[in-house]
């Protein structure tokens, strides 16, 4: 069959498209995968989870991550809980602790900081995420390369044989 101009554009315009559309929802699943998770309660306990190295989408850790988190003035120690256990503390109105997911149960963990001051006052924040296994954050790291790889070829293959075909004639 003859490709008429308007049929090339047509399809070309589809792909278009199609690629755009693709590359959007891979943009939108990277910018989950590395946006920071910061937590505020009753305005004057915070704290955030920094990933240092592993897989972090959304709510979903596996790997290394540092527990930034911070108080009002009057604070005098901080007790960060997993699950409802200590898992560290320190005598201040910050904390800054580095954790690796794989040290804990995985699934859902709630994360809970707790600060106290002098005058019997008490302050929290919590967050609730889940601690993937190893196997499932490499699925899922598989998962996003073999995407990669999707959309790549997905744009540029039909490209190289539309040209290979130009030679062939």
Known sequence: MFNTPLRIALNESKMNRNTALMGLAF????MIAISPTQVMAQDTLTFSLARNFGTGIGSNLDGTFTL???GPDVIVGLIVFFNGVEVHSVASNTISW?????????????????GWDD??????AS?????????????????????????????????????????AK
């Open 98 to 114: 580095q954790f690796i997911t794989s040290d804990y149960p995985s699934g859902p963990t709630n994360i809970t900081l707790y």
């Open 68 to 70: 930034h988190g911070s």
């Open 27 to 30: 943009f939108a699943i990277a």
């Open 119 to 124: 005058d019997g006052g008490s302050y929290v």
């Open 127 to 167: 967050q609730q995420v889940t601690f993937l296994s190893e196997s499932l954050s490499t699925g899922i790291t598989v998962g996003i390369i073999v995407l990669v790889v999707v959309l790549v070829l997905f744009r540029y293959v039909p490209r190289i044989m539309s040209r290979g075909n130009k030679k």
